[in-house]
T-cell receptor, first 111, second 112 residues
Framework: AQSVAQPEDQVNVAEGNPLTVKCTYS??????LFWYVQYPNRGLQFLLK??????LVKGSYGFEAEFNKSQTSFHLKKPSALVSDSALYFC?????????FGTGTRLKVLA | KAGVTQTPRYLIKTRGQQVTLSCSPI?????VSWYQQTPGQGLQFLFE???????NKGNFPGRFSGRQFSNSRSEMNVSTLELGDSALYLC???????????FGEGSRLTVL
């Protein structure tokens, strides 16, 4: 079965430190990969996507993600975390017309 | 450019009732998809419409239905509501091809 895994329910990081939110997937073929962020009582906002090309993708708000085909991973990263980055982050894959979302990782950036 | 608009934002219903939720996509977007978000289950795909045709459907019972109109606006309906239907229902629009999803702020349904 096709799936997306976000192994950490919550990630805590100090402000100014680098952050990583992990995502692995299990789908056939070469899916499109996405990261979305959700702030309280809001819908999801698009951060970045990987379709093809360079394995390091840059997105909004200083976020980037690294695609690793051999490990079927698409980890979200940021060099220096801000308190305002605290939110719920979702990884998603799109093998065909259907998006499959991970269960989300809550990022908490501590001042 | 106006974003995705969902109405109503909040609603309270009782078991057995039905509910209709509305979604107006971004102008020019032909694809509208619906998701149910709950704390325990995360984001669950309900269905996707593209140019008035249901292109994909998730694993939900037949009580959940939807449709898309010629102007791309979409509605979803849930009949015979159950307590477990309490959730945030999110609508997203896209061009329908390899583009990202643009989400509305959701309709929060509480079933008593």
């Amino acid at each position: 079965a096709q799936s997306v895994a976000q192994p950490e329910d919550q990630v805590n990081v100090a402000e100014g430190n680098p952050l990583t939110v992990k995502c692995t997937y299990s789908v056939s073929g070469n899916p499109y990969l996405f990261w979305y962020v959700q702030y309280p009582n809001r819908g999801l906002q698009f951060l970045l996507k990987y379709i093809t090309g360079d394995n390091l993708v840059k997105g909004s708000y200083g976020f980037e993600a690294e695609f690793n085909k051999s490990q079927t991973s698409f980890h979200l990263k940021k060099p220096s975390a801000l308190v305002s980055d605290s939110a719920l982050y979702f990884c998603a894959v799109r093998p065909t017309y259907k998006y499959i979302f991970g269960t989300g990782t809550r990022l908490k950036v501590l001042a | 450019k106006a974003g995705v608009t969902q109405t109503p934002r909040y609603l309270i219903k009782t078991r057995g009732q039905q509910v209709t939720l509305s979604c107006s996509p971004i102008s020019g977007h032909r694809s509208v998809s619906w998701y149910q978000q709950t704390p325990g289950q995360g984001l669950q795909f309900l269905f996707e419409y593209f140019s008035e045709t249901q292109r994909n459907k998730g694993n939900f019972p037949g009580r959940f239905s939807g449709r898309q109109f010629s102007n791309s606006r979409s509605e979803m309906n849930v009949s015979t509501l159950e307590l477990g239907d309490s959730a945030l229902y999110l609508c997203a629009s896209s061009t329908g091809f390899d583009g990202e999803l643009f989400f509305g702020e959701g309709s929060r349904l509480t079933v008593l």
